[in-house]
């Protein structure tokens, strides 16, 4: 619910109302520089010290928006997500179930992906970090990926009611190795650098669609709707 205009409440409370939306831009904007921060450096190395440092604020400041470490990196994990669906999974919902939404969501990962080469994915680090730990830092980690991944398997399954994909084929199957098509592409592209990473990832899917659909497939997209890095990776 949005909040009134300070200007129409009594001045103690809009003075009460000015310091909560100031305190909620200045966390956002620590989140934001967290986020930046763990892209690169990975869940582990955030500390208050170093968001203190970054933000050019006292550590008691930081602190002040979160209360511990651990609640500052399930802050970055939430607004890493918050994003991923945002880029990634509301627009694809803006297309008709079946293949066009499976598509959708497959070319605007990749889109996210080609940026995150650079940058690094806070899922596939945080997975090397917390695969063996427990914890709340793990569980939103966690949480957040598989949301992910069922919203991709919901896709197959409309696509397969559909009539797009066989009727006989595996929805977790095809899911696992479209979720498999992009961690390979971190492995090669941001790891290995290998060149036409991208090419080849689009390649595979575009050959799973041909492997399991039928012929009642709409047309495929064209390749301009492809991201321009397609061929430099």
């Not at 940058?119 to 980690?141: K, M, N």
Request: proline share 4%; net charge positive.
């Amino acid at each position: 619910m949005p909040l009134p205009e300070v200007s129409a409440m009594p001045a103690r409370r809009a003075r009460g109302v000015r310091a909560l939306q100031k305190g909620q831009q200045t966390k956002a904007a620590i989140v934001d520089a967290a986020l930046v921060l763990a892209t690169q450096i990975g869940l582990e190395g955030l500390s208050i010290g170093a968001l203190a440092e970054v933000t050019q604020m006292s550590k008691s400041g930081v602190f002040a928006h979160f209360g511990s470490r651990e609640e500052l990196q399930i802050s970055v994990i939430r607004e890493y997500h918050r994003r991923f669906e945002e880029e990634v999974f509301h627009p694809a919902m803006q297309e008709p179930r079946g293949l066009p939404r499976l598509r959708a969501l497959f070319r605007n990962w990749m889109n996210r992906t080609s940026v995150e080469i650079d940058s690094g994915c806070l899922y596939i680090s945080g997975a090397v970090e917390f695969d063996d730990r427990t914890g709340p830092v793990r569980e939103a980690l966690v949480g957040s990926v598989k949301s992910w991944l069922a919203a991709m398997n919901r896709a197959v399954v409309q696509a397969k009611e559909a009539g797009h994909l066989r009727t006989d084929i595996d929805e977790q199957q095809l899911a696992f190795e479209i979720h498999g098509l992009i961690l390979a592409l971190h492995y090669e592209a941001r790891f290995l650098k290998s060149p036409g990473s991208i090419a080849r990832a689009h390649a595979g899917f575009d050959n799973m669609l041909k492997l399991y659909g039928t012929q009642q497939q709409p047309a495929a997209l064209p390749k301009s709707t492809r991201i321009a890095k397609s061929t430099k990776i």
